[in-house]
């Protein structure tokens, strides 16, 4: 005997097709445990307690037993499995043995032909005993566990099936929401009072059945025809073949569910004048199927008066016709043939997949023997078909199989836009709906309509794009799907020797990944490990769904074994502390979902943070800051409470927070340090957070004084040293750096910058890099000539390993070819360097950056575009409610706004830059002063102008900022140019013409000529 594993049918021994739904039949199924989505359904008698009164126990036990057999026998026409009988319970399950993708609409169908159909019993009830049977029946979907031993479905699903089933009225089927999500379209329905369950705080959603449709309702459709234009045209020409040849032609639309075959047709078909169209369709299930779709059109073709004959009679229910198969092939295509002598016929048979040998052998047999008359028999398909008949259309000179791909990104986007019509989504969101459905259209339409119906942010597979396909995947035989599931533990790519790692006593797995690859549903991908074969799940949706099928305990236990394969092969990846830290972290939560953790599991959540951890510090090495948050997030909710490598953590992760200008995350973070550091009298990480407090406020709090966070840096430093950090030394002394250098000090700076660098480059390649990065900055604003910046810039991107230092060089580099004369050139790496900063997830770089495009416009002369710039990045810096940067972006600001004439607005935005700066932090002091010297000027206060002036020099004689001289000299010539004293503005030009050569600015020196020749 053999179990079909589709329908759950028994065959008998040798049968290679199902008898009941034509599926092939592969080797039987053992018991495997699986999670996977089902459609439960109960049924209760009521009314038997007054039966029971009126009639002796005998008759009431034949009467039971009669309707047990009628609610079996319907329930598994249906393709249910029926589990078992409580009392007058009848339960079924719709799912196992094998998943369908219409498993929720079978179970209604039952439920309604159930719950009409007692007829012929209650009539004999009735006449016999006066009374008749009710049924209540509630129907439930959802996630269940199948395949233990015990039960053939557990889960929640079941007893919410089971309350809507008591709470349903007589003669009423109840069912859940999940349940409507299923059949939407293909049902009519009327909402119900929720029903109360047991352990739920809320109540159940509940849905009485009225009808279910006859048809299955049409596909959401609703956008516009996408692409296609090629098969349109293949046929379309096949079409004009048949009736300019008058000849009878096979056209097979292949493509996976949902890809648009349906859809090409009714497009071709919508445009066809002047031919008769007939349809049928084949059936995923049902009682004498085999013909069904052939019957349809008969139906169709048949005119009042026609005789159906006696082959065709067999088909169309007439008892006392016989036709064997040939017969029945013979006058089916005798029919066509007399309506193509009139006019062209067009046959549609939809999801021939589904068909039966007989009745793919009558299409054959037209297709073959038909002769002059111009018919088109044009048939769609999933690629399943080729596994049933392999040499479908194959050897015929007039067929033509077309296969559907994926609609192409483009084309898909087109899709998602017209199916929005003008609503906005965010970007992010439509990526990963264009990522997840892979040119599916259906897939598209499906994701877009949840998330109109759910507003959420996220896209998860919509229910009848996951029941589509674990019905799919409910098809492989037990070691592909094995092979499948194994490969999706490592995810949409995965690796064959991982799979070999996770399956051991597979021995074939070349053989089954083969036929995974033709079945389509993985495609060979290039390896990211060296000797290895890879492959990508055709959708990330197969994935998602392989994966969804496995029990928890399983997935832990993969995602374990999987972070051993990888860590085999560490050296192969780069981020491989990452990957590994995030399968311990996969199998750890598993376990918690499963039950409180044991030793072993608090184990590997140790181990899961030490690889999170080293991972992050590795990505902050690269200068990728992208993920470095969430993984430092993750490591600090695996790690106890009172561990150190947490209260490190969270330090870090502050410090991130804060360059992503999430300001008020990382002041939480660092009280949480805060408490955890006092409780164990951690000083090292006390220390530490006093610098990463005095990095955030520099930035976010004008209260802060330069001098002050230069205390603090140089406090810090002291009991770093004494405590033996390193690491946190170096940190320190690079911030004691930086502070000298906003006070105006860049060769001091430079001193100390390399001390920090000299002991970072021993500890931390990490902490060297930043410090780098500061040494580049000072090349822009420093002493340092403008030729030698830009060598030193292009060698720290050649040699750097870090993609944040290589941005920084990018931009400094950039901004100092500019200034050499190089403008264009300049320009273009500046922007590279910053719009890297934005890939990195450095948000608060991208926009503090503004000033260095900024000044590179502004020495352009090119205004307008300045401003824009710098307008941009003093929106974004406040909308991060960041101040640091900001008060320098502002500066410049103010002064583009007054290049452009805009005085008043020029001396706004100087005002708010005073608002914004810290007391003694000298550059946008200096800065706001020169634009309100310039401003006034214009004004024709002259006096209040050169007092202005005066108090810039103050600030910025004491300085080695040379491009902030170079402003005072320019703005000193404006103001004395204004005042028509000639003579001082061509001292001052002389004094720009100075600096200039003495940077190596050429571009200022040429415009400081310029204008001196001009006075
Ligand atoms: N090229 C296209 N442009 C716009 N919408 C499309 C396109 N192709 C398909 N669709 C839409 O996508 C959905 C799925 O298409 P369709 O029903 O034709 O798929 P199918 O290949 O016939 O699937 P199945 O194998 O399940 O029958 C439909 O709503 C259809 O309108
Ligand atoms: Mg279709």
Redesign the pocket.
Known sequence: MVVCSSCGATNRDGARFCDSCAAPLGEVAPLREARKTVTVFFCDVSGSTALGERIDPESLRAVMARYFEVAKTILERHGGTVEKFIGDAVMAVFGVPAVHEDDALRALRAAEELRDGLGSLNDELERSFGTRLELRIGVNTGEVVTGTAERIATGDAVNVAARLEQAAPPGEVLFGEETLRHVRGAVEVEPAEPVAAKGKAEPVAAYRLVAVKAAAG???????????RRQRNLLEDTFANVVGERSCQLFTVL??????????V?EFLGSLEDATVVRGRCLSYGEGIGYWPVTEVVKQLLRDGDGAGAALGTILGDESAAGSADEIAWAFRKLLEVHAAEQPVVVVF??IHWGEPAFLDLIEHVADLSRDAPILLLC?A?PELLELRPAWSGGKLNATNVL?EP?APA?SRE?IE?LLRAEEIDAGLRDRILDSAAGN??F??EMVAMLAEQDQAEVSVPPTIHA?LAARLDQLDTSERHVLERGSVEGQIFHRGAVAALAPEETRIDGRLVSLVRKDLVRPERPVVADDEAFRFRHLLIRDTAYEGLPKAVRAELHERFAAWLNSHADELVESYELVGYHLDRAYRYRVELGPPDDAAHTLAERAAEYLLVGAERARARGDNGGVGALLSRAVELLPADSPERRAALVELAIVLTERGDFSGAEAARKEAGLAARAAGDDRVLARLLLAETEAQIMSSPDLTMRGALARAEQALGELERVGDEDGAAWALMLVGNFNAWLGSSAEAERLWLRALNRAEKVSPRRANEVRAWMIWALWWGPTFVDEGIRRCAEIKRQSTSKRLEATAMLIGGVLKAASGALDEGRVEAAAGRALFEELGDVVWWAGTSMVLGDIELNAGANERAYELLSDGHASLARYQETGYLSTVVGYRAQAALELGRVDEALELADETERLAQPDDFEPHARLRIVRARALGRRGEIDAADDLIRQAAEIVEPTDYMIMHLDLAFARADVDQLAGRMDGGRKALERAVEVAEAKGHRVAAERARRWSAEL
């Open positions: 049409p596909r959401r459709g609703g956008a516009p025809m996408v692409g296609r493509g996976t569910a949902g890809v648009g075959k349906s859809r090409l009714a939809d999801d769609l999933r559907l609609l084309e899709l017209a259209p259906l598209v339409e589509l």
